[in-house]
């Protein structure tokens, strides 16, 4: 099999499409995996660069898997992270990363930047640098796709928010999101506003004994559970289990998290889509009065709007999902300075009056917009913290200025981990234990015993996922069928015994990236509020505490090898 990538540099607008070797596959697999050494390989000889610099590349990267099998379909953009200062890689599903696949390519990496506003279009091997002042430049998400698609091409792009450098504004391909870190901002500051691919190209041609399993996995996929029971049902487990972030993390159950879970939430679906490939379509458009449809909200959209601000109007949620979607923001980091700037404002640190449930669309317009208060939000809330009310109680909840999603680690501990020593930092996916947890009893999920083990076995479990770009909602793959693919891929036997080391290496590169800009594991912590103050579980008073934390930080830096 072949696999190329498209390299295109927008100082000197050069653009060479070369092979990747089938050794770096095997090695870095793909999608995540990939993106990881690529970044690397681009910035090694000058670890230190500004996020914000011509220096700092964007990986765009799918998988071997992706094009050909059911719902392989997820697009990674791998970047140092404008927000952290750190390596960040976060992905999307939709159609993108499905048509660049029948367009030839598994990897676009974009270096430089550009004097004025450009997209780029990809036919195949004709490939153009085009200015988008006029056409696509000011243009928000959905009005982009809209246009995109009309005109025959599926696209990756930015929102406003990222043109005027919000931190953490976010890539999306289609209507999905890949926004962790800011990888939009990077691409905003490259003046690249989006990747165009033709659609509707030939689909791939592939080998007889692998379209057996292709064949055989369209039928187990299409056969799965009911696809609407996805991550809504967990707003009210999570909550049942006293885990639910509440009101900036001063509580951790909602009293009115019923209201915002999947029953009413359910009521304003209007229309489900489907991913590339995929037999499941899960994904909901919702309806909202404020502005009507849009995508859907799933789990942590709904506590980040709903119970982390005291919010239980759902048209609320879904309208404030829409214009994060719209301007191009990562809801949970726009949500994040937005909970920051209510208890800022009902202490009487800024000069904004919170209004309740109103304030959450306007602060979300103004961080989208970058105007008045936005600007600063838009930096992200420990920066806003640091402007208004260092001298106060620390009330940002970040770790390296990446909000924390909706997962209490008072009540789930091995969730502490993931948050405080990445990879990614502040991020529940990379490693979620909280699943696990949920089933455990109260005295297991909040004490930190074996839960190194856990998550690094969670871990290195999801790199070998996520390098595969398959959608992590569908169950019908086993690790066994991961390693049967790969030897297929590949004309060589892969085990899955081989599989997991590489994973180990990849989680070690992710890290190394990040060893070499300077990180210190004194900072792998959490923030003040989750760390020291305890809360209430089962008529119980809970806390972390500093020490626990290293000492569990500290098992699993030997199990990762860091
Ligand atoms: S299961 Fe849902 S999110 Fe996943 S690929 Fe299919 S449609 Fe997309």
């Known amino acids: 099999m072949e696999f190329k990538i498209l390299e295109i540099d927008l100082n000197s607008q050069e653009i060479n499409i070369r092979e990747i070797s089938e050794k770096k596959i095997e090695n870095y697999l793909g999608g995540r995996g ?9 910035i090694k000889e000058n670890p230190k660069i500004n996020p914000l610099s011509e220096k700092n590349p964007v990986i765009i990267s799918t998988s071997p898997f992706t094009g050909y099998f059911p719902s392989a379909n997820r697009t990674w953009v791998t970047t140092l992270s404008p927000l952290t200062n ?57 009005d982009l796709i809209e246009d995109a698609r009309e005109k025959g091409y599926e696209p990756l792009s930015i929102g406003p928010a990222a043109e005027k450098g919000v931190k953490y504004a976010g890539t999306f391909p289609g209507y999905r999101s890949c926004s962790r870190g800011g990888t939009g901002a990077v691409l905003g500051y490259k003046k690249l506003k989006t990747i165009l691919v033709k659609k509707g190209k030939k689909d791939l041609g592939v080998s007889s004994d692998l379209k057996e399993i292709v064949n055989e996995k369209f039928k187990e996929v299409a056969n799965e559970r009911e696809p609407r029971q996805k991550t809504l049902p967990l707003v009210e487990k999570v909550n049942k289990a006293e885990s639910y972030p509440t009101n900036n993390w001063k509580k951790s159950k909602f009293k009115d998290a019923s209201k915002t879970g999947l029953k009413t939430l359910k009521k304003h679906i209007v229309k489900t889509k489907s991913c590339f490939k995929c037999p499941i379509g899960c994904q909901d458009v919702m309806k909202s009065k404020y502005t009507g449809k849009g995508d859907g909200v799933e789990y942590e959209i709904a506590w980040a709007l709903g119970a982390n601000l005291e919010n239980k109007d759902e048209e609320i949620i879904i309208a404030a999902n829409h214009l994060c979607d719209q301007y191009g923001l990562d809801v949970l980091n726009t949500a994040g300075a937005i909970a920051w700037a209510k208890e800022a404002s009902e202490k009487g640190l800024i000069d904004y009056k919170w209004k309740g449930k109103e304030s959450i669309l306007e602060l979300t317009k103004k961080i989208g917009k970058r105007e008045g208060i936005g600007k600063v939000l838009g930096e992200g809330s420990r920066k806003a913290h640091e402007k208004y009310s260092k001298k106060d109680e620390d009330f940002s909840i970040d770790v390296r200025r990446m909000n924390l999603p909706a997962y209490d680690p008072r009540g789930l501990r091995g969730m502490s981990l993931t948050y405080s020593q990445g990879p990614r930092y502040g991020c529940h996916l990379k490693s979620w234990t909280a699943g696990m947890e949920l089933g455990q009893k109260t005295e297991e999920r909040t004490s930190p015993k074996g839960k190194p083990e856990i998550s690094y076995e969670i871990m ?44 180990h290496e990849i989680q070690k590169l992710e890290r190394k990236i990040d060893i070499e800009r300077g990180i210190n594991k004194e900072n792998d912590i959490l923030p003040k509020r989750v760390l020291e103050k305890p809360v209430e579980i089962n008529g119980e008073k809970v806390k972390i505490g500093k020490k626990q934390l ?13």
Do not use: Q
């Open 34 to 42: 990939l993106g990881a050494k690529l970044l690397h390989e681009e």
């Open 86 to 142: 750190y390596y960040t890689t976060s992905s999307g599903g939709s159609h993108f990363a499905g048509e660049l696949a029948k367009n030839g390519y598994i990897v676009i990496k974009i270096t430089g930047k550009s004097e004025r506003p450009v997209h780029i279009e990809i036919n195949g091997e004709k490939i153009e640098i085009k200015n988008t002042e006029e056409e696509y430049w000011g243009k928000k998400v959905y």
């Open 460 to 503: 290195i479990k999801r790199i070998i996922n996520d390098s595969t770009s398959i959608c992590s909602f569908v169950n019908s793959y086993s690790r066994e069928d991961y390693a049967e693919i790969y030897s297929k891929i590949l004309g060589k036997e892969i085990t899955m015994e081989k599989l997991k080391k590489r994973a």
């Open 550 to 562: 290293e000492k569990m930080n500290k098992e699993l830096y030997k199990l990762r090898e860091i």
